[in-house]
């Protein structure tokens, strides 16, 4: 009985019951846990999932561009193939107009066959795989290779060519040596000394003393001094055979050895030796053979 004196009722459960509800309790615990961890789980698969997906979006806008510029790099291939063979038709234009032959080796610009390799296909779909065309373009890029090396070795004997010729052409006699009247030409004549027929070796122009005299080619100074009748003289080495001289001069302005332009002044008209006056006796020699002067006066 209670102080009130009202009856106090006993709740009673029975083992069997608590043991029940401690597993529920517990099973219930556990199925919280893998709710829990399923749901976290999940949650870092779908931020895997965005990530990867990020990525793999990252990586085809990556190849799409590579796509792009191995496009680009068929077109720059493409454009270069056409400047070499635009350069090769020069090179045989200028051979033509200069009379140059071409060496055998240098028949073919783009190796055996000289056949021009077929302009690359570029522009495919960006989706579509691009191995074929990296193939051709490193096939096409050795071609070329090829192609610049023999076109550089083309330039190079046409260079060669026209340097040879350029050095030939300003070591060649082509101007007066002075100015002023010619008085006796190249070949048979009367001696004004004897009144004999005699063979003049070369061209009397006559001038005012001290009028410069200039060298008529390029050429190295290789003697200046007294020749006999000629008074003083100097004379020029040209190379390839041809040697001028210029004789009865006053006084030389060059020393033996000097290198000497087509225009230097050289020396001074004067009437050393034996003269009727104060002129230059101007004469070329070809491999050792006096030669008309004339021939060699192109103004």
Same mark, same amino acid.
């Given at each position: 009985?209670?102080?009130?004196?009202?009856?106090?009722?006993?709740?009673?459960?029975?083992?069997?019951?608590?043991?029940?509800?401690?597993?529920?309790?517990?099973?219930?615990?556990?199925?919280?846990?893998?709710?829990?961890?399923?749901?976290?789980?999940?949650?870092?698969?779908?931020?895997?999932?965005? $990530?990867?997906?990020?990525?793999?979006?990252?990586?085809?806008? +990556?190849?799409?561009?590579?796509?792009?510029?191995?496009?680009?790099?068929?077109?720059?291939?493409?454009?270069?193939?056409?400047?070499?063979?635009?350069?090769?038709?020069?090179?045989?234009?200028?051979?033509?107009?200069?009379?140059?032959?071409?060496?055998?080796?240098?028949?073919?610009?783009?190796?055996?066959?000289?056949?021009?390799? +077929?302009?690359?296909?570029?522009?495919?779909?960006?989706?579509?795989?691009?191995?074929?065309?990296?193939?051709?373009?490193? +096939?096409?890029?050795?071609?070329? $290779?090829?192609?610049?090396?023999?076109?550089?070795?083309?330039?190079?004997?046409?260079?060669?060519?026209?340097?040879?010729?350029?050095?030939?052409?300003?070591?060649?006699?082509?101007?007066?040596?002075?100015?002023?009247?010619?008085?006796?030409?190249?070949?048979?004549?009367?001696?004004?000394?004897?009144?004999?027929?005699?063979?003049?070796?070369?061209?009397?122009?006559?001038?005012?003393?001290?009028?410069?005299?200039?060298?008529?080619?390029?050429?190295?100074?290789?003697?200046?001094?007294?020749?006999?009748?000629?008074?003083?003289?100097?004379?020029?080495?040209?190379?390839?055979?041809?040697?001028?001289?210029?004789?009865?001069?006053?006084?030389?302005?060059?020393?033996?050895?000097?290198?000497?332009?087509?225009?230097?002044?050289?020396?001074?008209?004067?009437?050393?030796?034996?003269?009727?006056?104060?002129?230059?006796?101007? $004469?070329?020699?070809?491999?050792?053979?006096?030669?008309?002067?004339?021939?060699?006066?192109?103004?």
């Amino acid at each position: 009985m209670s102080n009130t004196g009202s009856p106090v009722k006993h709740l009673s459960l029975s083992k069997t019951l608590l043991r029940f509800l401690g597993l529920f309790f517990a099973a219930g615990m556990i199925f919280f846990g893998f709710v829990i961890y399923d749901y976290y789980h999940l949650k870092t698969t779908l931020s895997d999932n965005r $990530e990867l997906e990020s990525n793999i979006s990252n990586l085809s806008d +990556e190849i799409v561009s590579q796509r792009k510029q191995i496009q680009k790099f068929a077109d720059q291939i493409n454009s270069l193939k056409s400047k070499l063979v635009a350069l090769n038709d020069f090179e045989n234009k200028i051979r033509i107009i200069a009379n140059i032959e071409k060496p055998d080796a240098q028949d073919s610009l783009f190796g055996v066959g000289g056949s021009i390799p +077929e302009d690359l296909l570029a522009q495919i779909p960006l989706k579509d795989k691009h191995n074929s065309l990296i193939r051709e373009m490193h +096939e096409q890029t050795q071609q070329l $290779e090829t192609a610049s090396i023999a076109q550089k070795e083309g330039f190079e004997s046409v260079y060669k060519f026209l340097e040879d010729h350029r050095n030939l052409l300003a070591s060649t006699p082509a101007i007066r040596p002075v100015q002023g009247w010619t008085t006796s030409g190249f070949g048979y004549r009367i001696s004004p000394f004897t009144g004999l027929r005699e063979f003049h070796k070369g061209l009397d122009i006559a001038t005012r003393k001290g009028t410069p005299i200039i060298a008529t080619a390029d050429g190295t100074v290789t003697y200046i001094g007294k020749k006999g009748l000629l008074g003083k003289t100097i004379v020029v080495d040209h190379g390839h055979g041809m040697v001028t001289r210029y004789a009865h001069i006053d006084k030389a302005l060059k020393k033996r050895g000097d290198k000497v332009k087509r225009g230097d002044i050289i020396a001074r008209v004067g009437t050393t030796g034996r003269t009727t006056g104060p002129h230059v006796h101007y $004469e070329v020699h070809l491999n050792g053979i006096q030669t008309n002067p004339k021939k060699y006066i192109l103004n």
